[in-house]
């Protein structure tokens, strides 16, 4: 599966080219345009750290169908016995 490519014009390009890492994770490309045609292709070659990983898993998790409900009510009664 291709990632996407996001797309910015030169004159973008010149003030956000010192910015990159912030714009682009490991692995994604930036197309810079010059009159509405491709001039540059521009990929973040690099690792993601353990937190990054992490951080990428819980975000691209799917959403629940259903309400959630709370199941860690009352956990200290659940434990020890109600006093």
Do not use: C, F, H, W
């Not at 014009?9 to 010149?14: D, G, P």
């Not at 912030?22 to 509405?36: C, F, Y």
């Not at 540059?40 to 070659?45: F, H, N």
């Amino acid at each position: 599966m291709k990632n996407a490519v996001s797309k910015i014009n030169i004159s973008e390009a010149r003030s956000k080219l010192t910015k990159l890492d912030k714009l682009l994770k490991p692995g994604e490309a930036l197309q810079i345009n010059k009159r509405d045609k491709a001039y540059a292709r521009i990929e973040l070659i690099g690792e993601m750290d353990d937190y990054d990983r992490v951080l990428n898993a819980i975000e691209n998790l799917p959403e629940p169908k259903g309400k959630l409900r709370s199941v860690a009510q009352n956990y200290k009664s659940k434990l020890y016995g109600k006093p």
